[in-house]
């Protein structure tokens, strides 16, 4: 029994209503504030969870965020479904694109680095692994309508790649900037030739 | 006179060769162990230059990778000339990935993420900067063989941009995928359709 894994902890119940809760309010006061502002009393204040709840589950401010990066983008932002290929790629891209710029963006790129061991034989990381499940299934939806949509793999490379690239290297992208890679992307799968 | 802004340090003399001698040893040094086993005095043996000296100049190795991190990977790595386009795009592309399997790679990924500010209005990174310029280089030497070169921008969207984003969010990219990727751009770019 020593070694055998620990089962992955599903979301259920009361406590992961709460989690989300809690960071749905951390995604609003960072909207509106640094992260260097938020303090678990705000939080507190904000998503209507008890200060004594927050301490004990999170302890402190960094822990709750490192929690929420953790969860990734696909706990902390719904995926578009516009009714077209186009629009849903847009929707999305122009989302990551915000994001990028914004503070969680930010703290999410910071996390992913973080969590990277300087070795040789790293594996892949989990931070985006729900994340392409809902992609999936968001291109399936047009696959369904009878549209041509890419494989999330190359969704991921053309557009998403270059969004985080830019937010590293230069100026976040703007919403233009995204629907301009969207458009390299569908010019590749799916316009007439 | 206040005011006035102070001129760029210009690499020149003695000074900057030592710091690239330095710079060269640590790279080495980085190859066979991690960054967590990294000490002035071992620096001191591979780059020949006094533990006294390199304390005075850096005071510690965090300072001293930092150092490496800001002179950007213009510095650290010489860009290929092939002869060809193709063999330049891939031999570059392949060198990113290596290096971004590498605890160099890694520690440049942290230090371009701990250099956003968490603030709205940010400007562009300027660790790409002195290597956009050489990119520039390289491809102006293929187009005037003829051939004809993607944009510097283009090639960092689909060639770089995947590269980075594989090393954080998946394992990083090996030689073929980094070939592959180059594949990409010059399919959109040179060959005959």
Do not use: C
């Not at 119940?13 to 609003?28: K, N, P, T, Y």
């Not at 509106?32 to 507190?44: K, Q």
């Not at 990734?72 to 932002?77: D, K, N, V």
Request: aromatic share 4%; net charge positive.
């Amino acid at each position: 029994m020593v070694n055998s894994p620990r089962p992955m902890r599903r979301p259920h119940g009361r406590s992961e209503r709460l989690r989300e809760q809690v960071h749905r309010a951390v995604v609003d006061l960072l909207a509106e504030r640094g992260p260097d502002e938020l303090t678990i009393p705000l939080v507190a204040e904000r998503s209507g969870v008890h200060q004594a709840t927050l301490y004990r589950r999170w302890g402190k401010i960094a822990a709750l965020l490192q929690d929420m990066v953790q969860a990734g983008p696909a706990r902390t932002s719904a995926l578009p479904d516009t009714g077209t290929l186009r629009g849903d790629l847009e929707a999305y891209a122009v989302g990551v694109a915000g994001s990028l710029a914004g503070p969680l963006g930010v703290l999410m790129l910071r996390a992913a680095v973080d969590a990277i061991p300087a070795t040789a034989d790293r594996g892949p990381s989990t931070v985006l692994a729900e994340r392409r499940v809902q992609l999936g299934e968001m291109l399936g939806r047009a696959r369904d309508r009878g549209e041509s949509p890419p494989a999330v793999a190359d969704l991921l490379e053309v557009v998403v790649a270059p969004l985080y690239f830019r937010a590293l290297f230069d100026r976040p992208a703007s919403a233009q900037d995204a629907r301009q890679l969207v458009d390299r992307l569908l010019g590749d799968y799916s316009s007439p030739r």
